[in-house]
């Protein structure tokens, strides 16, 4: 195991940033498993690692491959305060994944170092304003330096852009989808904790949602694709889908919003976004797959098979909704995660074996017509529902270094399909490449669950 100093300049396929933290210890653990090897090809030949700490990235190496010997993997020092640390990464690397959280704190300079490198990005953040604010201030830069910058390719949002295609694509014509509803459910032998780095970026995010909105309003309005039908009509608060076992109250996750964003885009480029260098193949695949994808209206909700996690939820989001305001409240909401989430989320995080128990499931439920006449009819409402499903293991520490690292094997193996640069949404990018047989391959499940007649 070597440490390299940034004034070297060996050319590695990927670099981990904040491989230490809670998450990129996990992502670690995830991408070794792919590190060619003779027995074991693949398109990640070369891997280093970089933070603050070099100390504490042996550490976490050690940890990683463990119970086998850690690799000899390069240690690299870097920091988002150094934008010249950022920027000698970046001329490092491929491909650059980012497990730097908050992202709304560190998100920013290392996307910025990777646009002016021409460097891959990729990270797991599921913060709406940093994604919309990066597209806004980089996307000509990274379209003009090859810089591929790609967002939420975690459990926020990769679970919820897929599901979401898969569930399109059971809509054969003539019927089509005019609504989708995600409800999520998080299950467990034991204890739920979350993700510690999920609950400081929901603080900032409900803390500066006024800016949010006050940048969404001084952006020109990109036109919004054409749904077919009506607009669903508003739900209760707290919603008994017996269907599905749950009680579900909305969720104010960015899904919704990547979901959105993809959408539109597809609206712009109907037949998809052309390859740098693609294969002819491929370039059938693409133009094949997005006609499939019907726009439709599209929520997420939480759900729980008791009303007592409701609750637990509701609880959680007034607190931060009072006290995320302002600056005191934001202190208290971070120092005592535990006692303002209802257990819910403690600063050290899930043990490995809470980690192990986790699972999820995410319910897709459309409704739309059998035949598309139908929705130009007056007051017609849907007539037809299917239900799909995504499932698999814990959301933050499995789940996500899965969808991160089986991104990066696209990048690295399959550049040449992908764009040649620009700030875009992971569903934009992957959607008509082999990512979702990759998830199935690696534990995280597609199913179609019924079909009916309204």
Same mark, same amino acid.
């Given at each position: 195991?070597?440490?390299?100093?940034?004034?070297?300049? &060996?050319? +590695?396929?990927?670099?981990?940033?904040?491989?230490?933290?809670?998450?990129?210890?996990?992502?670690?653990?995830?991408?070794?498993?792919?590190?060619?090897?003779?027995?074991?090809?693949?398109?990640?030949?070369?891997?280093?690692?970089?933070?603050?700490?070099?100390?504490?990235?042996?550490?976490?190496?050690?940890?990683?491959?463990?119970?086998?010997?850690?690799?000899?993997?390069?240690?690299?020092?870097?920091? $988002?305060?150094?934008?010249?640390?950022?920027?000698? %990464?970046?001329?490092?690397?491929?491909?650059?994944?980012?497990?730097?959280?908050?992202?709304?704190?560190?998100?920013?300079?290392?996307?910025?170092?990777?646009?002016?490198?021409?460097?891959?990005?990729?990270? %797991?953040?599921?913060? &709406?304003?940093?994604?919309?604010?990066?597209?806004?201030?980089?996307?000509?830069?990274?379209?003009?330096?090859?810089? *591929?910058?790609?967002?939420?390719?975690?459990?926020?949002?990769?679970?919820?852009?897929?599901?979401?295609?898969?569930?399109?694509?059971?809509?054969?014509?003539?019927?089509?989808?005019?609504?989708?509803?995600?409800?999520?459910? *998080?299950?467990?032998?034991?204890?739920?904790?979350?993700?510690?780095?999920?609950?400081?970026?929901?603080?900032?995010?409900?803390?500066?949602?006024?800016?949010?909105?006050?940048?969404?309003?001084?952006?020109?309005?990109?036109?919004?694709?054409? %749904?077919?039908? &009506? &607009?669903?009509?508003?739900?209760?608060?707290?919603?008994?889908?017996?269907?599905?076992?749950?009680?579900?109250?909305?969720?104010?996750?960015?899904?919704?919003?990547?979901?959105?964003?993809?959408?539109?885009?597809?609206?712009?480029?109907?037949?998809?976004?052309?390859?740098?260098?693609?294969?002819?193949?491929?370039?059938?695949?693409?133009?094949?797959?997005?006609?499939?994808?019907?726009?439709?209206?599209?929520?997420?909700?939480?759900?729980?098979?008791?009303?007592?996690?409701?609750?637990?939820? %509701?609880?959680?989001?007034?607190?931060?909704?009072?006290?995320?305001?302002?600056?005191?409240?934001?202190?208290?909401?971070?120092?005592? @995660?535990?006692?303002?989430?209802?257990?819910?989320?403690?600063?050290?995080?899930?043990?490995?074996?809470?980690?192990?128990?986790?699972?999820?499931?995410?319910?897709?439920?459309?409704?739309? +017509?059998?035949?598309?006449?139908?929705?130009?009819? @007056?007051?017609?409402?849907?007539?037809?529902?299917?239900?799909?499903?995504?499932?698999? @293991?814990?959301?933050?520490?499995?789940?996500?270094?899965? $969808?991160?690292?089986?991104?990066?094997?696209?990048?690295?193996?399959?550049?040449?399909?992908?764009?040649?640069?620009?700030?875009?949404?992971?569903?934009?990018?992957?959607?008509?490449?082999?990512?979702?047989?990759?998830?199935?391959?690696?534990?995280?499940?597609?199913?179609?669950?019924?079909?009916?007649?309204?």
């Amino acid at each position: 195991m070597a440490t390299e100093t940034l004034s070297s300049d &060996p050319t +590695y396929d990927l670099i981990i940033l904040g491989a230490s933290g809670f998450t990129g210890q996990y992502v670690l653990r995830e991408a070794l498993k792919f590190l060619s090897s003779p027995s074991s090809p693949s398109p990640l030949r070369s891997l280093a690692i970089a933070g603050r700490n070099p100390s504490k990235l042996k550490s976490t190496l050690q940890w990683a491959a463990s119970p086998s010997q850690p690799p000899s993997i390069p240690i690299l020092q870097a920091d $988002t305060s150094s934008p010249d640390s950022l920027l000698a %990464i970046a001329r490092q690397a491929r491909l650059v994944v980012s497990c730097v959280g908050p992202f709304r704190l560190h998100g920013r300079p290392v996307v910025s170092a990777c646009c002016e490198a021409g460097t891959d990005y990729l990270d %797991i953040t599921g913060e &709406p304003e940093l994604m919309e604010r990066m597209e806004v201030e980089f996307h000509e830069k990274a379209a003009d330096t090859g810089a *591929l910058v790609v967002s939420a390719c975690g459990f926020d949002s990769i679970p919820a852009e897929f599901g979401m295609m898969f569930h399109c694509r059971k809509w054969e014509p003539p019927s089509v989808v005019n609504r989708i509803e995600a409800y999520v459910s *998080l299950e467990s032998n034991g204890k739920i904790v979350g993700n510690m780095g999920t609950y400081e970026s929901a603080v900032l995010g409900v803390g500066n949602a006024a800016k949010l909105q006050e940048f969404r309003r001084s952006r020109p309005r990109r036109p919004r694709p054409k %749904i077919v039908g &009506p &607009p669903p009509p508003k739900g209760p608060l707290i919603e008994h889908k017996k269907e599905l076992g749950l009680w579900a109250v909305i969720l104010p996750s960015a899904d919704a919003t990547v979901v959105r964003r993809t959408l539109t885009t597809i609206n712009e480029h109907p037949q998809g976004l052309p390859g740098v260098a693609e294969s002819p193949d491929f370039a059938e695949t693409r133009k094949a797959f997005w006609p499939s994808i019907k726009p439709a209206y599209f929520g997420v909700k939480l759900g729980s098979k008791s009303i007592f996690g409701i609750f637990r939820a %509701i609880i959680t989001g007034f607190f931060l909704g009072v006290f995320a305001k302002f600056a005191l409240g934001r202190s208290l909401l971070l120092k005592f @995660p535990s006692f303002f989430s209802a257990g819910w989320f403690r600063k050290k995080g899930p043990s490995e074996e809470e980690v192990r128990n986790a699972t999820f499931k995410m319910w897709f439920v459309g409704q739309g +017509y059998s035949d598309e006449k139908l929705a130009s009819q @007056p007051g017609m409402k849907p007539d037809k529902e299917i239900i799909t499903r995504v499932s698999g @293991p814990e959301i933050g520490y499995v789940t996500t270094p899965i $969808t991160l690292i089986q991104c990066a094997l696209i990048v690295l193996g399959q550049r040449g399909n992908l764009p040649k640069g620009g700030v875009y949404t992971a569903g934009a990018v992957f959607g008509p490449t082999d990512l979702q047989k990759r998830l199935e391959e690696n534990g995280i499940s597609f199913d179609l669950i019924s079909t009916r007649n309204l």
